[in-house]
């Protein structure tokens, strides 16, 4: 059964940073793209960034590109998102999906930028 | 980027009576390998996003027969021949046909009359 679990996600002011991580089990991580999707408390489903099988490919939307950058580590089967100079419209629940297709999605951690 | 365009918002639906949501893309959604990856999912509240169609009509592993996925070019349909209680909540449509950046629908949000 596939599993991600995020985490990381918490309460910091505009300008500081977060990394988040999802621990994926349940499927062969090194060969799967991954991504990220979040949702602002109340909205939509917006999609982040999304990082390539062996991560030798990035991409990124352009609200975060220049401060977000995504990894993964297929060793720790791992994704990972740093995320810098944080704004208050960064604020929702980060999503990490398997896939570029959204295979499966963890529950989510919650991003809060506020002064 | 290709803007997905979901109707209706609401819809409030008796249990045992079907129900079709629509989504339409700002270009066709065909992609040049012949395939059109448009998906839908379902999110509960308080749940995450789960996958119920891929490429267009398609039924994810455990998805109940009930739902049914259809369309072309830009035109797609989200069918539920009877709505059980189990299935009110947020559906959307996504594309990645033209990525990055992957887009989704606004969501349709599925209640109880």
């Known amino acids: 059964e596939v599993q991600l679990l995020e985490s990381g996600g918490g309460l910091v002011q505009p300008g500081e940073s977060l990394r988040l991580s999802c621990a994926a089990s349940?499927?062969?991580?090194?060969?799967?793209?991954m991504s990220w999707v979040r949702q602002a408390p109340g909205k939509g489903l917006e999609w982040v960034s999304t990082?390539?099988?062996?991560?030798?490919?990035?991409y990124y939307a352009d609200s975060v590109k220049g401060r977000f950058t995504i990894s993964k580590d297929n060793s720790e089967s791992t994704l990972y998102l740093q995320m810098n100079s944080l704004r208050a419209d960064d604020t929702a629940v980060y999503h990490c999906?398997?896939?570029?297709?959204?295979?499966?999605w963890g529950l989510g951690t919650l991003v809060t930028v506020s002064a | 980027d290709v803007v997905m365009t979901q109707s209706p918002l609401s819809l409030p639906v008796t249990l045992g009576q079907p129900a079709s949501i629509s989504c339409r893309s700002s270009q066709s959604l065909v992609h040049s390998d012949g395939d059109t990856y448009l998906h839908w999912f379902h999110q509960r509240p308080g749940q995450s996003p789960r996958r119920l169609i891929y490429k267009v009509s398609n039924r994810d592993s455990g998805v109940p027969d009930r739902f049914s996925g259809s369309g072309s070019g830009t035109d797609f349909t989200l069918k539920i021949s009877r709505v059980e209680a189990e299935d009110v909540g947020v559906y959307y449509c996504?594309?990645?046909?033209?990525?990055?950046?992957?887009?989704f629908g606004q969501g349709t949000k599925v209640e109880i009359k």
């Open positions: 990082i390539l099988e062996s991560g030798e490919r990035t």
């Open positions: 999906a398997k896939g570029v297709w959204g295979d499966n």
């Open positions: 349940g499927f062969t991580f090194s060969s799967f793209s």
């Open positions: 996504m594309q990645n046909t033209y990525w990055p950046p992957l887009t």
